[in-house]
RNA sequence: GGGCGGUUAGCUCAGCUGGUUAGAGCGUUGCGUUGACAUCGCAAAGGUCGUUGGUUCGAGUCCAAUACCGCCCACCA
């Protein structure tokens, strides 16, 4: 007999990274089916997952990892069920992030600020940073277990990708979608850039309202007005008034003076003017707020624009011209209340615009800037989720991408920044627009148009990181190239990732996918939630309630972390994680080693030489293997359904509570039977032993794969046939996905039999625990067991050996003319168990007890007899009113011992 | 203003084909270690499933209303 060489104690440390390199080195990553190979088969459908790429200079958080666990779940499933599967990895240059973290460093390193040292610089500086920095967060999602094919890996500013991003833009630009013009957008004064909506994000905030008086040109007569934004004044061009508002109705079409500037303005009526809110006359100032833009177009009105990049006022600003748009703020209203104009101030909730990056405050305003046409884009994008060519999971999401895309506005995609895809626009000396794939091309067109050689610039601005990212499913794969992969691989399956981007990021992918490549990109999105705290705050560094993803696997293991992300989420909704609740998946991990050991160590005392031809299965056999067939099924139907939480809850209940629990407590018993019998149970065990691990290895990889090593290993030496052939293949993570299998001479209804002698069994415990029979002393027993006998008492060692009896008095027969002398009786259900502890029996404790147990099931009578005796028994199916019946008659019955029990006891 | 999600044990959450005794982990309490596991085992306490009404033989589960919490979108100066 060979010792298993499984260790004591589980080092994940070594262990993980040493199964991370054999994977990667077996190359199970990549996919079966490669399209470049001679024998590639088009019709075999692949599962492709594209990575959402994370920013190429981020630390790894638990955002990454909930979305690793789940994608490198859904991978490993689909790897398992034989599917060619392809995993594309990336990172993304996220342009504004890494060149603030650039910026930073060159202040810190060199005090210099990135004007100083000049575009090209700049650049390079940050392409150093990016190769500095870019494989770490590639490294971390390594350890993280992802099985992503890392020979496929793509950056946002890869050649290649680069390539995709131009020729998307030429053909958006030569298509008239694509269209460049002053427009009022958000501007971020510290960032320099104009910012897309999506990235504005609206706080409430205490602030003011300010009252003032609007004056009429040659009269004494003024129009009050209410204001958050004083300083908005100098750029106003109109004071609107509701037509039908009679206080102001006097004032329509006369002319209003600015306040200081003097400038004049006409009073317009509008009625998208509030007669009751404020004074019930507008300001309008289109340069700085979009609803008056809005309605300056309408109007015609003039459009002054009051700020500097900086957002410092300019020379519109006449005395103000220079101030922080905050000084002038005060500054403008102390003049104003000298000069009288003020009315007064109120305390005012506002909704500040604020910069997703950064939180300054955003201003809106006039600037030449490069905008998609969105409508017809959005168009198809909507028909692609309606008619089912994309579903989105959960489906409530659905309605609310709907609406998103039903009120989308032009998307403004330039950014004023140096780190990123430059826009493919060339200037000539009159400004003429020369869109084209290269320098050289736009030369050239340039040069056919003015007749003569000319010199071109350059458009300065690059591109929005989303524009490239709408693009990944399909740039990664070689588009615009016709590449073997593209052509493969393309569309993807699912698109994984977090709710909180399902406008930046899925919408531009379905938007990008159906207008250059006429597919949609993916059929399913599957949305994840955000990773709370505890008590479900959102972590940050300010509240100091952060989980480190990185400190939590070297302490408990990424298995333990992984499990705690994918058993504790569900579909679209946020998840609370907390230390504990990872520790406890560590304890699972640990039970599985522990299992797995157990199960090894029997496999060695079974001889494996035995002949159990004649042998039948036990009825623990049965049940552990119907159980497992009930697992089985229930698995494959929650991932069908995306409900990989539940499943693996399932696995997790099923392993520890009635295989370790039970089934393995019981295996220890029929192995030290030996011989055949011991066989059959090594066989049973290895079969339901090797399942488990399939099935857990899509969330806990490292140890499933690890254990199951060991346990081929054990199967070989147990004389199995250990070959792919034979379903032991060369490794886990590409074994064979488990479906619900029959075993020979098994029998199905085991679940209900055996639950029988579990109920007994524990009854036994209990009663010995609690008159304190010390644990190892042998004790009788007599059960009756009426019909159920004689499958009871095929599991009498069991049962003898889990609750200490003493063979030589234990029986179980099927009825009893009288209760044996000096027992103590306990019922469960059709069985009666005789212990012979009455000495350990106070009567009266022991009445009290059996009176409140016959009172439940006197209730539980009561409650069926109801039941049966209304319109139930008449409607609902026969079998579920069968069932009730059959119940009611062992609470009877149950009723019945109890009662007579009561009786011996007087 | 429009839309969505949640409300189940002290805490965090399952319970997605409606089936009659609602589950887990953690926490609490008691008992238990010489062989898989104290990163453990055995057991106990703890819930009128937010409220009201409806559909149904039957509702935590389906429908409607309502309260509270949270989120998203739109942005009344």
């Known amino acids: 007999m060979k010792k298993h060489m499984l260790p004591k104690t589980y080092d994940f440390r070594k262990t993980e990274g040493r199964i991370y390199q054999m994977w990667e080195e077996s190359r199970y990553f990549e996919p079966t089916n490669q399209p470049q190979d001679p024998n590639h088969d088009p019709s075999i459908k692949p599962f492709v997952i594209s990575i959402p790429p994370p920013n190429v200079t981020g630390e790894l958080h638990l955002g990454h990892g909930l979305f690793v666990a789940m994608e490198d779940l859904m991978i490993r499933y689909n790897r398992m069920r034989g599917i060619p599967t392809l995993w594309v990895p990336g990172s993304d240059h996220a342009g504004i992030a890494t060149q603030l973290q650039v910026e930073k460093d060159l202040m810190k390193t060199e005090g210099k600020r990135r004007e100083e040292i000049g575009r090209e610089a700049f650049v390079e500086r940050t392409w150093e940073w990016k190769r500095k920095y870019g494989g770490i967060i590639t490294q971390q999602i390594r350890r993280l277990g992802a099985s992503c094919d890392w020979s496929r890996e793509r950056f946002t500013l890869d050649n290649g990708l680069s390539v995709a991003v131009i020729e998307a833009f030429v053909r958006l630009y030569e298509k008239g979608l694509i269209y460049r013009g002053p427009r009022l957008i958000n501007w971020s004064p510290g960032l320099q850039t104009a910012v897309s909506d999506l990235e504005v994000e609206y706080s409430e905030e205490p602030g003011k309202l300010y009252y003032f008086k609007y004056r009429i040109k040659d009269s004494e007569d003024f129009i009050p007005v209410a204001t958050t934004r ?177 009120n989308i506005e032009d998307w403004c995609i330039s950014r004023q920044l140096w780190w990123g895809h430059r826009i493919p626009v060339w200037y000539g000396p009159d400004g003429e627009m020369f869109c084209a794939r290269s320098e050289e091309l736009a030369q050239e067109k340039a040069n056919a148009h003015y007749g003569k050689p000319v010199t071109i610039e350059q458009d300065p601005d690059v591109l929005d990181t989303w524009f490239s990212s709408g693009l990944w499913p399909f740039s990664t794969l070689g588009w615009p190239d016709e590449t073997p992969d593209l052509k493969y691989f393309y569309p993807t399956s699912v698109l994984e990732t977090g709710y909180d981007i399902l406008f930046f990021w899925v919408a531009r992918m379905i938007m990008s996918g159906l207008e250059y490549t006429g597919e949609v990109p993916f059929h399913t999105v599957y949305l994840h939630g955000i990773i709370r705290d505890e008590l479900g705050r959102k972590m940050s560094k300010t509240t100091g309630n952060v989980i480190d993803p990185l400190v939590v696997m070297d302490e408990m293991g990424t298995d333990a972390l992984r499990f705690s992300l994918l058993v504790g989420s569900s579909p679209g909704k946020d998840t609370n994680l907390s230390l504990k609740k990872v520790e406890a998946n560590r304890n699972f991990a640990n039970k599985l080693w522990n299992a797995t050991r157990l199960v090894l160590t029997l496999l060695e005392q079974a001889p494996a030489d035995a002949d159990t031809a004649d042998l039948e299965w036990t009825q623990a056999d049965s049940w552990i293997w119907a159980r497992m067939r009930q697992i089985t099924n229930n698995v494959n139907r929650l991932f069908t359904a995306y409900q990989y939480g539940e499943a693996g809850r399932q696995l997790y209940d099923f392993f520890w509570g009635e295989f370790a629990d039970w089934y393995l407590e019981i295996a220890k018993i029929q192995v030290s039977e030996g011989g055949a019998r011991a066989k059959k149970t090594a066989i049973a065990l290895i079969k339901t032993m090797d399942k488990i691990l399939r099935m857990l290895h899509p969330f806990t990889p490292f140890i499933t794969e690890e254990l199951w090593g060991y346990l081929k290993e054990a199967a070989n030496h147990f004389g199995a046939e250990v070959s792919p052939e034979n379903g032991w293949e060369d490794a886990l993570i590409i074994a064979q996905w488990p479906e619900a299998e029959e075993l020979e001479g098994w029998e199905e209804d085991a679940i209900t039999e055996f639950s029988l002698a579990m109920e007994i069994i524990r009854a036994i415990r209990n009663l010995r625990a609690e008159k304190q029979v010390k644990p190892g002393s042998r ?93 139930f028994a008449q ?27 009561l009786n011996e006891l007087g």
């Open 875 to 901: 409607k609902a199916p026969a079998d579920v009113v069968q069932k009730e019946r059959d119940r009611l008659a062992a609470f009877q019955e149950t009723a019945e011992k109890i009662q007579s029990q």
């Open 230 to 406: 004083p300083e908005t004044i100098l750029g106003d061009t109109a004071v609107a008034v509701h037509p039908d508002d009679e206080r102001f109705q006097k004032f329509i079409g006369k002319t209003a003076l600015v306040p200081i500037l003097d400038r004049e303005i006409p009073v317009i009526a509008d009625s998208y003017v509030d007669k009751e809110f404020g004074t019930g006359a507008l300001k309008i100032t289109p340069g700085h707020d979009i609803n008056d833009y809005e309605i300056g177009e309408r109007h015609h009105l003039e459009i002054v624009s009051i700020l500097n990049k900086d957002a410092t006022i300019n020379q519109n600003g006449g005395p103000y011209a220079g101030q922080d748009r905050f000084d002038c703020r005060k500054n403008l209203w102390a003049d104003m209340a000298e000069a009288g104009l003020v009315i007064k101030e109120t305390d005012y909730t506002l909704k500040i615009p604020r910069s997703q990056r950064g939180g300054e405050i955003i201003e809106p305003m006039i600037s030449t800037q490069w905008f998609v046409e969105i409508k017809p884009l959005a168009e198809a994008a909507l028909e692609a989720v309606k008619d089912g060519r994309i579903q989105i999971v959960p489906d409530f999401f659905t309605k609310v991408y709907y609406n998103w895309m039903e």
């Open 779 to 871: 004790i009788g027993a007599t059960i009756t067991a009426g019909e159920q006998t004689n499958s009871l008492q095929e599991l009498s060692p069991t049962i003898a050996a889990l609750c200490h009896l003493n063979p030589e008095s234990f029986q179980i027969i099927e009825t009893l003319e009288n209760k044996p002398e000096g027992t103590v009786a306990l019922v469960v259900g059709p069985a009666e168990i005789f212990l012979p502890l009455f000495d350990l029996i106070d009567p009266e404790e022991e009445k009290k007890r059996l009176q409140s147990d016959l009172e439940e099931v006197s209730q539980q009578i009561d409650r069926l007899e109801k039941l049966l005796s209304s319109p």
